[in-house]
T-cell receptor
Framework: GENVEQHPSTLSVQEGDSAVIKCTYSDSASNYFPWYKQELGKGPQLIIDIRSNVGEKKDQRIAVTLNKTAKHFSLHITETQPEDSAVYFCAASTRGGGADGLTFGKGTHLIIQP | DSGVTQTPKHLITATGQRVTLRCSPRSGDLSVYWYQQSLDQGLQFLIQYYNGEERAKGNILERFSAQQFPDLHSELNLSSLELGDSALYFC???????????FGPGTRLTVT
């Protein structure tokens, strides 16, 4: 089955700096890659996603890039703010049509230092 | 607020017991997914239902079962509970054809 590796496990950046979280996946059939943000005591919140026919997607301060050949994708957060502090999860799905569960990475604890 | 609701928020029970977790999907969503989140295993997909039918199975134990009712709410049944079943259980929903999944606030299960 699919395996998703996520790095780093903890990332500390100064407020205003950029943060990058990287993930690799194993199944070349995977075609949908969402990113979730989870705050303490809450459920994961979908923040951005990308499909395999797209190389990059941007939404305000966050962007995701996908390299299908290398089977890796990354989350980029620019101009980080204190409210960006949370655990971020990448995930992959082999059937982007919704008929499949997501395989998640182990998560990255992002700490924004004031 | 994702629009997905889960009850109860917390559940404390003893080993060997059986519990039922409930999930109501977002209005209009036909798919419901169940996930387990624990410190050692991370977020793991358990099972998916689409419009009342089982659609996909993940790492769900035989002691666990789920169903989706005609009004589209879903229940996850956990039986013969063990200490290792203590975890957060999340429900997510999606429209069905679209892959975007929206998570509920979760149920924290503690088995003592």
């Amino acid at each position: 089955g699919e395996n998703v590796e996520q790095h780093p496990s903890t990332l500390s950046v100064q407020e205003g700096d950029s943060a990058v979280i990287k993930c690799t996946y194993s199944d070349s059939a995977s075609n949908y890659f969402p990113w979730y943000k989870q705050e303490l005591g809450k459920g994961p919140q979908l923040i951005i996603d990308i499909r395999s026919n797209v190389g990059e997607k941007k939404d305000q301060r966050i962007a995701v890039t996908l390299n299908k050949t290398a089977k890796h994708f990354s989350l980029h957060i620019t101009e980080t703010q204190p409210e960006d502090s949370a655990v971020y999860f990448c995930a992959a799905s082999t059937r982007g049509g919704g008929a499949d569960g997501l395989t998640f990475g182990k998560g990255t604890h992002l700490i924004i230092q004031p | 607020d994702s629009g997905v609701t889960q009850t109860p928020k917390h559940l404390i029970t003893a080993t060997g017991q059986r519990v039922t977790l409930r999930c109501s999907p977002r209005s209009g969503d036909l798919s419901v997914y169940w996930y387990q989140q624990s410190l050692d295993q991370g977020l793991q997909f358990l099972i998916q239902y689409y419009n009342g039918e089982e659609r996909a199975k993940g790492n769900i134990l035989e002691r666990f079962s789920a169903q989706q009712f005609p009004d589209l709410h879903s229940e996850l049944n956990l039986s013969s509970l063990e200490l290792g079943d203590s975890a957060l259980y999340f429900c997510a929903s999606s429209v069905g054809p679209a892959p975007e999944q929206y998570f509920g606030p979760g149920t924290r299960l503690t088995v003592t």
